[in-house]
Antibody, heavy 117, light 106 residues
Framework: QVQLQESGPGLVKPSETLSLTCTVS????????WSWIRQSPGKGLEWIGY???????NYNPSLKSRVTISVDTSKNQFSLKLNSVTAADTAVYYC???????????WGQGTLVTVSS | EIVLTQSPANLSLSPGERATLSCRAS??????LAWYQQKPGQAPRLLIY???NRATGIPARFSGSGSGTDFTLTISSLEPEDFAVYYC????????FGGGTKVEIK
């Protein structure tokens, strides 16, 4: 069974860039859909975007202008960059994998990112 | 954006009882509807995908049904570990989630 683990800073300043990495173990990243999802008390669960192993991406239209998801197959990792963050971006960020588009079969444990000066 | 509305927001039941959770979509999502369970401090766990297919390792007491705009998750007989929050999620368009139903012990 594939396992995912998020890593990155837990505190980001307003207007800066949030950067997270998801490390995949127990399976190859060279298949399937690799997603980022976040959860905040105010907005609930929100899909941020995904990258297919081939490098194709698809983003939530409401975040598209600020998001970049990339993959490093040599390290079995994929990453999230969200720029120009505000307090509204404070959330628990999850990485996940789906065997079909838009499905989230397995999730990482999540990492809390707080946006504050 | 496809909006998913879950009802009820809270459901108080006793172990052994049957739970019926609803999810309504603002437009048809065909059968592209999934259900997740989330316990405090944990990530959501996939229970049901494409309306009625149980994910790997999910007990048979969990079942899903529906198509178009109206969907149901049924837990036939609640076990103590089933008290949690349940979310529906569609993938007909870009993915969106419902607001959740909390199943709590009566």
């Amino acid at each position: 069974q594939v396992q995912l683990q998020e890593s990155g800073p837990g505190l980001v300043k307003p207007s800066e860039t949030l950067s997270l990495t998801c490390t995949v173990s127990g399976g190859s990243i060279s298949s399937y859909y690799w997603s980022w999802i976040r959860q905040s008390p105010g907005k609930g669960l929100e899909w941020i975007g995904y990258i297919y192993y081939s490098g194709n991406t698809n983003y939530n239209p409401s975040l598209k202008s600020r998001v970049t998801i990339s993959v490093d197959t040599s390290k079995n990792q994929f990453s999230l960059k969200l720029n120009s963050v505000t307090a509204a971006d404070t959330a628990v960020y999850y990485c996940g994998v789906g065997y079909s588009y838009g499905q989230f079969d397995y999730w990482g444990q999540g990492t809390l990112v707080t946006v504050s000066s | 954006e496809i909006v998913l509305t879950q009802s009820p927001a809270n459901l108080s039941l006793s172990p052994g009882e049957r739970a019926t959770l609803s999810c309504r979509a603002s437009q048809s999502v065909s059968s592209y509807l999934a259900w997740y369970q989330q316990k405090p401090g944990q990530a959501p766990r996939l229970l049901i995908y494409d309306s009625s297919n149980r994910a790997t390792g999910i007990p048979a007491r969990f079942s899903g049904s529906g198509s178009g705009t109206d969907f149901t998750l049924t837990i036939s007989s609640l076990e103590p570990e089933d008290f949690a929050v349940y979310y529906c999620q569609q993938r007909s368009n870009w993915p969106t989630f419902g607001g959740g139903t909390k199943v709590e012990i009566k």
